[in-house]
């Protein structure tokens, strides 16, 4: 079977190359309309641009990348859906890479990036290495931070008042008569993990109150490592009457500790977590969490994004940083603890 070129589309969409051509650019005078008539000749014709020959052009080649630390965590999974369906409508692709928090993949992931010569990368992964970022950055390959933060990166970035987060917890925690309290981190030194211990450590300092260091438990991001990790507070001689976990899934498997050693959730202890995905109103009982507003944030962040790809790369030294409100969502898991 012949593959379909160009002139098919042009004729197929009366118009000239020169129109289809501007169109799968961004270039001319082509009106939105038009735009969106010639590409679904496109799809109905199964025309695929060859990307290769567009960025040897040095053409847009209607590509994004996303790095995430891990996709089976639902924020992040959550977090690359959106970014396809807002990548789809806009017209584009998305390269999705799962990184593990670890340098060597950050790089390896953003060497094949730039090889692909990708429009603009969205990075949601901690990196602690930011040669890469900043050698990227001075070719013009417009970068947007997601949930995350660069330091000496002249990138843009979107993320939650993690600081702010951690204290909302701790607020929550003390309003209901708590005092024995621990926490459960991110073992890796993930800069959105280390300021919500650090804002939940604050508010517990204004209130008269301190959490000691044996009272911050370092595990890996899973609710397998949670459960082990709450397990281990739990089986101490006095264990606390409540955990805040720097994730939900962390705090699921703080839940199913509880759950196996026979503490009653909240009677008993309570859980709070951070991120609020799907899995937070699934819980038995429903997980009272710190909302992270993941629709706007994406939002904003790929809007600096295409923006900036479209416009072309921003000043170096202009660095866009949003920092969007958290918010309490109270469900089942926190409670007053029972007497007796």
Known sequence: MKATTIYDVAKEAGVS???????????????????????????????????????????????????????????????????????????YSVIVCSTDNKDERVDKYLRLLEQKSVDGILIGTGTENGETLTQLAQKSIPIVMIAREAAGVSAHSVLTDDFKGGGLAAEHLLALGHSRMAILAEKLEVSSSVERVRGFRFALFEAGTELGSDSIVSCDSSIKAGKKAAAALLAREERPSAIFCCNDLLAIGALQA???????????????????????????PALTTIAQPMDQMVKLAFGLLVDGQENGAPDASIRQRIVMPPSLIVRESTGKLASG
């Open 258 to 284: 509880a759950k196996e050693a026979g503490v009653k959730v909240p009677e008993q202890l309570s859980i709070i977590g951070f991120d609020d995905t799907i899995l937070s109103t699934v819980t038995n």
């Open 17 to 91: 190359i020169a129109t289809v051509s501007n169109a799968i650019n961004g270039k001319g005078n082509v009106s939105k309309k038009k735009r969106d008539e010639i590409f679904k000749v496109m799809e109905r014709l199964q025309y695929q641009p060859s990307v290769i020959a567009s960025a040897l052009m040095g053409k847009k080649t209607y590509t994004l990348g996303l790095l995430i630390p891990d996709v089976s965590n639902p924020f992040f999974s959550e977090i690359a859906r959106s970014v396809e369906d807002l990548a789809h409508s806009a017209g």
